[in-house]
């Protein structure tokens, strides 16, 4: 029995926010103390390590359970499935349904919960449920219906990353440019064809003093409001962390699944920080001995969607698929690396043949 991916789907909001949109806040550094250098100099310095000039937020009216609702909608019509078939409905997220204007977290009832209402699925044997596992939350997902599929305990699950997190950032906060809204989903299923499917995955979790690279804090405004906070991140130190150990956890993968290095066509990393994905792909092939990386083995989204935490890798998964890129196409039997790294800290990574 392999567990395949049936039909994906993504859904990109409307919004297009330029890193110009920025030009009239003042940026505070974590002391409070103003940042002086001006905004056109910060917006280049963090284009040329981002990557990102331009990113998507939600429209006023949209929520994160709505962005999900969409994604998972195409993703059925993809797969071409009854969604009262589906046995489980995962949805990874961070902060839930945050309205508009406000900053505080909706989960109750759960996002998976009003994606199920909103679809209409009446089945009550089709289980819905949150997972919270920072950005690396969309990959777990589906390492969990992977495993309830091969545990005979599910034969079809709806796995889906959504997030809004423009409306959880400081707008004091230089970081607060990376982040961006979206949702991608997946419907995963069992299947006899053993040609295709997940050939092995790597989990890990550091919680010493990783647990606090990612938090929420006040507003570096120094006269930003004590009870309000915001989502914050310790830059240096997600960067020296990733670096060091997702390539490390991709390679326990590859391993486990049994394929060589050169059998990987694509890989969907994380859409964080572009001289970061592209470190862990040269730090990668170098734990191979390998100094030289192949051409367009790393689709990257984060240009114009910025990071939309557990949505950038299925959201990027799906474009690739349909066809959005054209430097980069999938085919039948290759095999692509989905690898994350987030809030936890946490890191994961599926191998997966197509």
């Not at 209409?120 to 690396?136: K, S």
């Not at 889906?160 to 995963?188: N, Y």
């Amino acid at each position: 029995m392999a567990t395949i991916i049936t039909g994906t789907g993504s859904y990109i909001p409307g919004l297009v926010v330029p890193n110009t949109s920025f030009s009239d806040h003042s940026f505070y550094g974590e002391d409070g103390v103003l940042i002086n250098t001006p905004n056109a100099e910060i917006f280049e310095k963090f284009k040329d390590i981002t990557g990102i000039y331009e990113r998507r937020y939600a429209e006023e009216n949209v929520n994160t359970s709505d962005l999900a609702t969409k994604a998972a909608a195409l993703a059925i019509e993809d797969a071409g499935i009854d969604p009262e078939t589906i046995d489980q409905i995962i949805v990874a997220h961070n902060f839930g349904n945050v309205i508009a204007g406000t900053i505080q977290s909706d989960t109750i009832p759960a996002i998976a919960s009003r994606v199920k209402n909103l679809l209409g699925i009446r089945n009550p044997n089709c289980v819905a449920y949150d997972l919270l596992f920072g950005c690396p939350g969309w990959i777990q997902g589906v390492i969990h219906a992977d495993s309830f599929i091969k545990s005979g305990l599910a034969k079809r699950c709806l796995v889906i990353g959504a997030e809004t997190l423009s409306r959880v950032i400081d707008p004091h906060d230089r970081d607060s440019m990376i982040f961006s809204d979206g949702a991608g989903a997946c419907i995963v299923e069992n299947s006899t064809d053993n040609t295709s499917g997940i050939l092995a995955s790597s989990v890990q979790s550091h919680c010493m003093d990783e647990t606090y690279f990612l938090y929420l804090g006040k507003s570096y405004h120094p006269e930003g409001e004590e009870a309000t906070r915001y989502i914050k991140m310790k830059g240096r130190k997600v960067y020296e962390y990733a670096i060091k150990n997702v390539p490390i956890a991709m390679k326990e993968c590859i391993e486990k699944a049994g394929v060589d290095i050169h059998e990987v066509k694509k890989f969907f990393l994380h859409q964080a920080n572009e001289k970061m994905d592209e470190g862990f792909i040269k730090a990668l092939f170098k734990l191979y001995g390998i100094r030289e990386v192949p051409e367009n083995v790393m689709p990257m989204s984060i240009h114009e969607l910025g990071n939309s935490s557990v949505a950038t890798i299925p959201t990027l998964y799906d474009m690739v698929k349909h066809g959005k890129y054209k430097e980069h196409q999938l085919h039948k039997g290759d095999v692509v690396i989905f690898a994350s790294v987030g809030a936890g800290m946490n890191i994961n990574a599926i191998c997966y043949r197509v």
